[in-house]
């Protein structure tokens, strides 16, 4: 895991960036990471949510909230997160956890 300075270093890059392109699926599935290791699940489900929205063939949002959803106890959600993001991307190895 990156010490706290970068996860703020990176924050703030992520914030430009979707201040520019507030609708970049990129940017916001970074967001969701960040919040995510913050704890702020319902953010992070937000912003992975709308990465999905704009790229619905992207498939670490899908992981992201399959790894949120397994924090918060959800497991059936998580699953059904991971399996959609194994569908895209079967290489990934993070969602086959």
């Known amino acids: 895991m990156l ?17 520019i392109q507030p ?25 992975y949510q709308k990465a999905i929205e704009k790229d619905p063939n992207f498939a670490y949002p899908y992981n992201g909230l399959g790894s949120v959803y397994d924090d918060l106890k959800y497991y059936p959600k998580a699953i059904e997160h991971d399996q959609k993001a194994i569908e895209i991307d079967p290489s990934s190895a993070s969602p086959h956890n």
């Open 23 to 47: 609708d970049n699926a990129k940017a916001n599935h970074y967001k969701g990471n960040i919040l995510a290791v913050s704890k702020d699940y319902p953010k992070a489900i937000e912003h």
């Open 3 to 19: 010490p706290l300075e970068k996860y703020q270093e990176c924050e703030s890059y992520v914030d430009k960036a979707l201040s």
